[in-house]
């Protein structure tokens, strides 16, 4: 008798995620299906047109089943993972929300496949008895109108962000039993331990010279040219690796200068800073908000990132407003405060 | 006998330079002469076109002489007066060597119209023999390709730049001597004792409203909107009272209120945000970073400020490079500073 096939249904269909269903289809140990949304109606007659380093030139490709809203995937069936692969961008839509009704609880395991900083809050608050599983991605993979573009290999690091109504054994073992659905012969997924650790290491980067670069609109490269990466990036690198301290997450000792020159030789533009320069909204919250919340929590002192979190407030209320997702009025509103 | 007339240069005939012009022309105690840089063929030819809410509607117009550069005005003569109203970007080109050819030692005084803070410490270190007065200008008044259009009446108060050479009597003397030239029937020039005062009532917006709308891209009603103001400008605010205080200047106790509810209404793009739209250098240094250096000397600490600056020096980087003032080499160089 054959093991019967996991269910898996993963929203957000961009470069990333593609793959991502890509790699789960290759392995055929999961029923995948995948929720698209504006491209519904051409991707469920002609599939995708995907040009990939790990799976060859693929046309009309399609995973089993193609659904246009998480609503419609829900319909008669529940997942054994959801694996969400969207942006992250919780101060327009939270993800824990979109997912929702395909997640039961007790039985989904949820995978975030996203950028940022301590997701797995939002899930294990509203999900208690649910499995969340990270995963943090290194991959070049671009939709362009449709077409999915693979120009780095599929690298995914998978771990669990720790829910304390699971013992960690059974979170490993979760996490283990996505990375068998996952890995294959042509992409590189592994377990990672600790997940913490590696989502703090990426923030020295991302909450300081993404940022910054965003904010400034300039690449790494004239930020360093302009004195803007020591004025303000290294102290506010060092921030991160005092709130990584106070967290127990000890990064190692060159971090910072380890990072700095990451982009060495490069004028290179961080992807925030591309976000802003297309007019998308920017994953603020989750790089720079989540970070300070802990931050709060733990009592750290971080001057430096709470002025850039402010100041990039502003950023992404032009964003959002670019997008159509604020509204003000022609008319300024009233401001009655008081101010000292 | 009558009394001989005051020679005068102005430098800078944008907008108000060239009203400035108007005003002493009008008044015909001086004889006016001005330099005029990229227009100088147009101008030298046919004169000014000014739609001038003071003087009316005027063609053709022109001051006694139109020189090309400082150099060409300075040959044979001195002058009793340099007006300099350019835009003052001393990480540009220092106006105090603009301004050299055109300045006799012990006997020119130097009137700067311009934005920023304390202005005159450049030109007294430079001229310590001569007087340095200031003008600080409230005038609607644009330059569109050699055509001026004064919206709203020139408004000027002067005063001087304290220099410790001469005692404060014959400053203010001359201070006033200028107005007489200056001021007419038309225009409201008069004279203000405290331009210390004055220039750090100015500075609680333009060190913080303007400069953080520059940098976020956002007016100041979004500003507020965004909660940026509340997080960022306001406390910026309050470092400048404390540097003007630890200065022994008082600011109102309700000078903050009073700068935030002063676009109430309107959805206001403060003029460094303009210029940053428009693509052109912000004047950065006069506004914040003269004022850091006086905090600086002061032992005032300005954590907000200080980053604010650093931030715009990536900004006026970018703008610098688009100008053609900044140029880097198309392989970035190599960066060899560790970073601890």
């Not at 509203?126 to 499995?131: A, D, L, S, V």
Request: hydrophobic content about 40%; overall charge negative.
């Amino acid at each position: 008798m054959t093991k019967a096939k996991a269910s898996v249904l993963l929203i957000g269909t961009g470069g990333v995620g593609t793959i991502v269903a890509c790699g789960l289809a290759y392995k055929n140990l999961s029923t995948v299906s995948v929720v698209v949304r504006s491209d519904y109606e051409k991707v469920k007659n002609d599939g995708w047109t995907i040009n990939s380093v790990d799976y060859g030139n693929l046309t009309n490709w399609k995973p089993d089943n193609i659904y246009p809203t998480v609503e419609d995937a829900a319909k008669g069936q529940e997942f054994d993972y959801v694996v969400i692969t969207t942006k992250n961008l919780p101060d327009v839509i939270k993800p824990e929300d979109v997912a929702e009704p395909a997640i039961t609880p007790g039985k989904t395991t949820i995978v975030l496949i996203q950028n940022g900083f301590d997701l797995g809050r939002p899930f294990i608050a509203k999900y208690p008895n649910n499995i969340c599983l990270s995963g943090v991605s290194h991959i070049g993979s671009h939709n362009h109108g449709g077409v999915i573009n693979q120009t780095q290999g599929d690298k995914c690091l998978v771990s669990y962000f720790d829910n304390s109504n699971f013992d960690k054994t059974t979170q490993e073992a979760k996490a283990k039993e996505f990375i068998e659905l996952y890995s294959n012969d042509k992409n590189d997924v592994t377990y990672f331990a600790d997940v913490k650790w590696y989502r703090y290491r990426k923030l020295v980067y991302n909450a300081t010279l993404n940022t910054v670069c965003a904010l400034t609109r300039v690449d790494t490269g004239r930020l360093h040219l302009a004195g803007t990466l020591e004025a303000v990036s290294i102290p506010a690198m060092r921030e991160v690796v005092k709130v990584a301290k106070a967290d127990g997450v000890e990064l190692p000792a060159d971090v910072i200068n380890t990072v700095v020159h990451s982009d060495d030789g490069d004028w290179f533009k961080p992807s925030m800073l591309v976000d802003v320069e297309k007019g998308n909204p920017i994953e603020l919250e989750v790089i720079l908000g989540n970070l300070l919340t802990v931050a709060n929590e733990l009592k750290v002192e971080t001057p430096t990132l709470t002025i850039l979190y402010h100041l990039l407030k502003a950023t992404q209320f032009k964003l959002k407003e670019g997008k159509g997702l604020i509204k003000v009025p022609e008319e300024r509103p009233i401001n009655d405060v008081v101010y000292n």
